[in-house]
């Protein structure tokens, strides 16, 4: 019998800190008497803390009651695993309230323009937008592929740089139609394409190749910018020059005949040999 105390209800918890569900379906819960000087209800003291008048779980925290001249602020923290778990927090001035950055949390930007990430992250580059350009810097491993990249600012009129395992400078290509100019890496172990004007030039590719016509895969191929109406320079080792029908010219193994191109008042005939047991033959 509580006599004139109030009867309070205090949750029931299982050891793992869950509520313990009664066969009615609702929490279950064991009546006892709210402190005779207070008239608060206990908490489960195993499972729950006091917020003033009311329980909540341990797992948890209060809400913040700031005084009357201070400002009531949320603070962002995160946890290990990189989850937001911000709180309310007390400051003298709501001023003060602009992203605060709390636990585990690192502050980015400036201003109003400040946010908060977790500390395993880094912020990212912000460039002046009037001076600077923001750059992608790419790093290459010995077999040319991109294995990380970061960010860096230079000046606008300045060309990005290449990152590590790359050439030292950028390479270029112009769009043929805007005369828009665009600046790319390459890894080391590459050079850059040759540009042309493609107005005036084409673009010819050499190959070298085996005494066989397979491509030498050891040697690099060169390109080199001929004027319209030039042959292009078949300069690989073992390669010749060829003429298609459509008066394309270009460069083959030297090994394999250049393929017959006919007059405009001819045709093409294909004469097929045979063996002495009358097989046809290549």
């Known amino acids: 019998d509580c006599g004139s105390t109030s009867i309070c209800q205090v949750f029931e918890y299982h050891a793992n800190g869950s509520l313990v569900i009664a066969g009615s379906g609702d929490v279950a819960y064991t009546e006892v008497c709210a402190d005779a000087a207070t008239g608060i209800c206990p908490c489960n003291e195993q499972h729950e803390i006091s917020c003033g008048d009311y329980c909540i779980s341990a797992l948890s925290e209060c809400p913040v009651q700031c005084g ?40 980015c930007g400036q201003g109003a323009d400040l946010y908060c990430l977790p500390s395993s992250m880094t912020c990212p580059v912000v460039c002046d937008a009037v001076t600077q350009q923001l750059c992608i810097v790419e790093n290459f491993n010995a077999n040319g592929e991109v294995v990380s990249t970061s960010e860096t600012c230079v000046g606008v009129d300045a060309s990005c740089p290449c990152g590590q395992g790359a050439l030292t400078e950028p390479c270029s290509w112009t769009d043929a139609t805007t005369g828009l100019v665009e600046q790319y890496c390459v890894p080391e172990s590459e050079t850059c394409p040759t540009q042309c004007d493609m107005t005036t030039n084409k673009i010819c590719v050499s190959f070298n190749y085996e005494v066989t016509g397979e491509i030498d895969t050891t040697q690099a191929s060169v390109e080199t910018c001929t004027p319209q109406g030039e042959t292009c320079p078949c300069s690989g080792a073992n390669s010749r020059l060829c003429i ?8 083959q193994a030297e090994v394999d005949p250049c393929p017959l191109v006919c007059l405009s008042t001819e045709q093409l005939c294909v004469a097929q040999n045979f063996d002495l047991q009358g097989a046809p033959v290549d």
């Open 68 to 107: 009357e001249q201070e400002a009531t602020c949320w603070e962002e923290s995160f946890d290990e695993q990189g989850m937001s778990i911000g709180k309310d927090v007390c400051r003298p001035i709501a001023e003060d309230c602009v992203r605060l950055c709390g636990a585990n949390a690192l502050p």
């Open 244 to 251: 298609d029908e459509q008066g394309n010219d270009y460069c």
